[in-house]
C-alpha cells in the first residue's frame, strides 16, 4: 500500500495541475511537490509503458511482487555496509548531504495502485542512480540526470526539467553542460539497461564497480578544467 490520499482528477483536471505545476517549478526549482506533481500529471502513459516493462523482467516483477521502499526503515542497513560496496556508496552520498530517504513527496495522482508504486518507485530510486552514475546535486548534475531519466522512461517532466535547468544555467554552465554533461548523459543513458527493472536493494551487498558494470553504467568523467 502506497501511502497518502489519492486524487482522481478529470483530463482538464490534469491539464490544470500540470500547468500550475510546471509554472510553480519553474519559479521555485525547490518545490519538489510541484515537480512531483508535475510528473504524475504528465506522466501516465510512461509509466504505463514502465509497469509493462517490469512485468516482463524476472527482476522487475520481484520488485513489483515485493513493493520495496527506499525509506530509513529498509534501507537504513547500507551504512553498515563495507566501504567498497554499492550500499555503503549510497550512504555516503546521502549522508554527505545530510539527505535522509523519508524526505520523497507521496503519490497523489495515479489512478491504480500499481500505477501509484511505479511512480513512487521511479522517484524512490533517483538517489540511486545519482550513486551510480557519480553525478553531483548541483544544477548541472541535476539536469544530466533528468536527461538519462528522460532516454529511461520518456516521462515528459523530465525533458521539461532538463530545458528548466538549462535556461538557469551561466553562460559558462550552459558551455560546461552541453560540451561534456550532455554528451555523456545521453550516451549512459542509452547504453545502461532497463533500470527500472533493478532491485537496487538486493545489490547492496555487491561491490559498486561490478553493479555498475552489471548495469551497463559508465559512471560521469572529471569536467574539463
Known sequence: MIEGVRIRLSGWQQAAVAVGSAVGALLDPRRADLIAALGETTGKPAFERVLERMKKSPEGRAVLLERPRVISAQVG???????????????????????????????????????????MRAREVHDFWHTLFGLPTNLIGESALKVIEFEQMYLPMCLMSVVGGTARFTEKQRKL?????????????????????????????????DVRRKLGITSVPAAPS
Do not use: I
Not at 78 to 101: I, K, Q, V
Open 77 to 119: 542497513h547500507a551504512w553498515d555496509l563495507p566501504a567498497n560496496t554499492f550500499g555503503a556508496a549510497y550512504a555516503r552520498f546521502m549522508g554527505s548531504r545530510d539527505f535522509s530517504p523519508d524526505d520523497r513527496p507521496p503519490v497523489r495522482f495515479m489512478e491504480t495502485e500499481e500505477l501509484a508504486y511505479v511512480a
Open 177 to 209: 553542460f552541453f560540451q561534456h554533461y550532455f554528451p555523456w548523459a545521453v550516451r549512459a543513458g542509452l547504453q545502461s539497461k532497463d533500470l527500472m527493472c533493478v532491485y537496487y536493494e538486493k545489490h547492496f551487498h555487491e561491490d559498486l564497480e
